[in-house]
């Protein structure tokens, strides 16, 4: 195969989402105020900036005050201001508001905005490259490189993107182009939620030592253009409660955004144990409850989406830096997930990155370690935000009386400032109990109204990969999905994936399971990766530019 070319800059970032972004804007910004220059790149997976963009989402526009004081004359897409509050306990046929006097202030969204985060990232783009920095998408980042000479040695040294025109066998098809090498003095790592290079730059440095283990929750969205009489512009719902069990975390966000658009969403925590358990179709069925139905009634679903969250908060937080790079955003975990909210945390963790970054180069220091940035981070109102949610998960998660219960006595009485610190103790993947001791779930079939299957759920995501690659949901041992997964848990993959791509297919007479991976129907949601119980399916980067094409999530 022919030699990769390389480039060199100050800064390369792996991830155009809020806190790749906001980094790229931020070092630009302080390379004018001190008219030092330096030289940034941004690397996007996706086939335009926004593209695999996945949010509810209603933002704390706090840090983008901070990036952009004048953000409004700069035309940012932010429109939708929040003028309600609802929180709706949800049983079958029911719903109870939580009196607004009542609700912790995590739950007030107050001087936030309904948005798409997906156009605010396209606006960001926009606002990076007009400051000069340079952004790629369609390009995945694929391999970290390393220094492995001299001084540098063992720290990062930059990035490679995946080749293109490699085909399904793994040999080079007549369309083969070799990746391209990025190096840098520092590169910032913003891939989101269970990125997967920062996943092995968590292993390759020890960063989780000492911090609890990362929990996750799968959020589904939809977006839907409903009947003008019923869309009240800035109206937030949240609900708790059916249908699901009351051991199980998870709850739903209903946002009315402009234009009559609501995006609705679903949200359930992957420490679930009840292998039987699919968020998809709970969340088709919640969107069943008369108080939410009635709003998509004579409306018109016109996307639909998902992807992980990282929820663990402060405790799972692994160290941020490493030599030659840092974590930033949710590649790291700063997501408030009291508030369901991480683009505010995602921009002002990418922020700091960036200033410690910008103070190193222009002291002349490269590939080492950015101690001030974790050291801003603890002095940061940030931190602050995420010290006083912390409890949030780990109460939630023993259930929803308990749960809203000690979360009313933590946020309400304590303020979140009380004595106690809970921890997370087990990772998703170990949470699933054997068939044998589970209970199915009979759930009813999609009206095509309301509710609906997942093919033609993914058709509306826009995804596309080139079919001609190797599959990018890799098993390290391919006799554990039927060995292990079918006999112990009945394939739970079938169920947790929100995009049909694992289905245990099997010969006319019922004999011979085996695996089949729909790799082209990934919506890059990565909860394969995080709730496989044996760990043994890894997603790496598909070749550039595959995956959804997300209008405005
Ligand atoms: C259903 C749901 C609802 C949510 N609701 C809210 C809300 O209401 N308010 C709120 O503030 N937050 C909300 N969040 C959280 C918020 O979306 C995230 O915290 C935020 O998007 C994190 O920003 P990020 O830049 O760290 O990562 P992301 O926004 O995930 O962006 C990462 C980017 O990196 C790219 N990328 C990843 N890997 C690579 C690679 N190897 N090479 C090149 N590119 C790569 C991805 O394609 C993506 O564009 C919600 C999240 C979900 C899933
Ligand atoms: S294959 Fe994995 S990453 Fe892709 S959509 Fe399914 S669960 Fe998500």
């Known amino acids: ?102 609700l912790p202030a995590c739950f007030r969204n107050h001087g936030n905005y309904v948005i798409s985060l997906g156009n605010v990232c396209r606006w960001l783009g926009r606002q990076a490259e007009a400051l000069g920095v340079e952004v790629f998408p369609g390009f995945a980042a694929a391999e970290v490189l390393y220094n492995e000479e001299g001084e540098l040695s063992g720290s990062v040294k930059g990035v490679a993107t995946g080749d293109m025109g490699i085909g399904r066998d793994g040999k080079p098809t007549a369309s083969h182009q070799p990746g391209m090498e990025l190096h840098a003095g520092y590169t910032l790592f913003a891939e989101g939620c269970r990125g997967h290079l920062g996943k092995q730059l968590q292993e390759r440095y020890q960063l989780r030592a000492g911090a609890d283990p990362q929990v996750y929750g799968i959020g589904l969205k939809e977006l839907w253009e409903i009947r003008p009489e019923k869309h009240q512009q800035g109206l937030v719902i949240h609900t708790a409660g059916w249908p699901l069990a009351g051991d199980t975390y998870g709850g739903s966000f209903c946002y009315h955004m402009e234009d009559n658009l609501v995006a609705i969403g679903f949200v359930v925590g992957l420490g679930y144990s009840n292998p039987y358990l699919s968020p998809y179709e709970e969340f088709q069925r919640y969107k069943t409850h008369p ?84 050291e801003a ?27 809203t219960l000690m979360v009313g006595v933590d946020q309400v009485v304590f303020g979140g400032r009380a004595p106690w610190t809970l921890h997370h103790r087990h990772a998703d993947h170990e949470t699933l109990v054997p068939k044998s ?95 496989d119980p044996g760990q043994n399916i890894v997603w790496v980067t598909p070749e550039g530019g595959g995956g959804p094409n997300y209008p405005n999530m």
């Open 1 to 102: 195969m022919s030699e990769r070319e390389s480039m060199q800059y100050d800064v390369v970032i792996v991830g155009a989402g809020p806190a790749g972004l906001a980094a790229a804007i931020r070092l630009k910004q302080l390379a004018a105020e001190h008219q030092h220059e330096v030289s940034v790149c941004v690397l996007e997976k996706g086939s335009e900036v926004g593209a695999h963009i996945l949010s509810g989402a209603v933002m704390d526009p706090r840090a983008l005050n901070e990036l952009f004081p004048d953000w409004q004359e700069l035309d940012a897409p932010l429109n939708a201001p929040v003028t309600e509050d609802r929180f709706l306990f949800l049983t079958e046929t029911t719903a109870f508001k939580v009196p607004n006097a009542m």
């Open 437 to 531: 001791g589970a209970r199915p779930i009979d759930y009813p079939r999609p009206d095509g109204v309301i509710t609906f299957d997942r093919l033609s759920s993914v058709f509306i995501s826009n995804t596309n990969h080139n079919e001609d690659q190797p599959c990018h949901l890799t098993l390290k041992d391919a006799t554990v999905p039927i060995r292990v997964n079918l006999e112990r848990y009945d394939a739970p993959e079938q169920r947790y994936c929100p995009a049909g791509v694992y289905e245990i297919v099997r010969d006319a007479d019922g004999a011979n399971p085996r695996l089949q991976i729909n790799a082209q129907n990934c919506v890059h949601c990565k909860t394969c990766d995080i709730k």
């Open 291 to 374: 108080a939410i139905r009635t709003f998509l009634e004579g409306g018109k679903r016109i996307a639909y989406g998902a992807r992980a969250i990282a929820a663990g908060g402060l405790q799972s937080l692994p160290k941020l830096v490493f030599p030659g790079g840092a974590l930033i955003g949710d590649d790291a975990g700063f997501l408030n997930a009291s508030r369901i909210k991480g683009s505010h945390a995602a921009i002002k963790s990418g922020m700091l990155a960036a200033e410690s970054a910008f103070s190193a180069l222009k002291s002349g220091r490269s590939a080492d370690e950015l101690a001030s940035y974790p």
């Open 377 to 403: 981070f603890r002095g940061s109102w940030l931190h602050d935000e995420l010290h006083r949610a912390r409890n949030f998960k780990p109460w939630m998660s023993r259930g929803l009386l308990t749960g």
